[in-house]
Structure formats: C-alpha cells, structure tokens
Nanobody, 118 residues
Framework: QVQLVESGGAVVPPGGSLTLSCVVSGFAFNRYDLHWYRQSSGSERELVAT????????TEIESVKGRFTVSRDVPKKILYLQMNDLKPEDTAVYYC???????????WGQGTQVTVSS
C-alpha cells in the first residue's frame, strides 16, 4: 500500500525554523522524483523543492532559496524540508509528492499545516 505521511507542521513566529518530514512506504522511494508543494488559502498549489531520483536537489521558488533545504534519507525512505527564517508568506499546507512520469505514477500525502505568525 502506497503511503506518504507528512509531519512537522506547526505555528512558529517569523524568523523561526521547522523541519518537515515525509515518510514513504509502498513503492521504490529512490526511483521517484520527490517534491514538496505548498498551497496557501485562496492560491494554487506551487512546487517548492525537488529531489530527483538521482539525488539532485532543486529549490524551485526564488523566495525560499537560501532559506529552505530539501533532502532525502534513502534507507529510511524519508523526504525532508528544512525551513529557516520563516516568513508569514510561507504560511501554507505543505504536501509531499512522489512522481515517476514514465510509469504515470503520482502519489500525494495528506499535507501538514505550517503557520508563520507572531
């Protein structure tokens, strides 16, 4: 059974830090491109960061470069998003996604809420 379970969301003040985790099961973790998306109220879901199946790490949004770091632990099958210097505009539900285009496989977690507020 495919599962992606995010955790780590919380309410933090501006300037704070959080680490999101996505624990994966049910498929070959290191064969997929792994993504973090986020969606704030009233906005479309946007791609935040990627770890490709080869391990290449990509920060997709200019506004989080230098603050967010994506990584994966292949043996443990966990995807991480380290977020530093959080800003109110980072408030959103953060989702973990695993995608393998050639297989047309696309899996999502349930999301974890991050709220940046004083």
């Amino acid at each position: 059974q495919v599962q992606l379970v995010e955790s780590g969301g919380a309410v933090v003040p501006p300037g704070g830090s959080l680490t999101l985790s996505c624990v994966v099961s049910g498929f070959a973790f290191n064969r997929y491109d792994l993504h973090w998306y986020r969606q704030s109220s009233g906005s479309e879901r946007e791609l935040v960061a990627t770890v490709t199946n080869t391990g290449r790490r990509i920060t997709e949004i200019e506004s989080v470069k230098g603050r967010f770091t994506v990584s994966r632990d292949v043996p443990k099958k966990i995807l991480y998003l380290q977020m530093n210097d959080l800003k109110p505009e980072d408030t959103a539900v953060y989702y973990c996604n695993a995608n393998w285009k050639q297989l047309q496989a696309d899996y999502w977690g349930q999301g974890t809420q991050v709220t940046v507020s004083s």
